[in-house]
């Protein structure tokens, strides 16, 4: 797993649970529609995994 992922919250954080709440605020991610880059590793997929239902991901590749 090399490359990059964006990351894109399209659902808001509103009544959901405070766990879900933290890992999207682990992520980087901070508002409605704000978009972060970042590495395609294991704990990164873990957290997207836990709260996909509110995420757009994208496999961006390798960037040099």
């Known amino acids: 797993?090399?490359?990059?992922?964006?990351?894109?919250?399209?659902?808001?954080?509103?009544?959901?649970?405070?766990?879900?709440?933290?890992?999207?605020?682990?992520?980087?991610l901070t508002?409605?529609?704000?978009?972060?880059?970042l590495q395609d590793t294991p704990e990164i997929r873990g957290m997207v995994e836990k709260v996909k239902f509110l995420l757009h991901v994208e496999e961006m590749g390798e960037t040099k």
């Open 31 to 37: 508002r409605l529609n704000s978009s972060v880059v």
């Open 1 to 28: 797993m090399s490359g990059k992922l964006r990351i894109t919250l399209f659902r808001g954080l509103s009544g959901r649970r405070e766990a879900h709440r933290r890992v999207v605020k682990g992520l980087g």
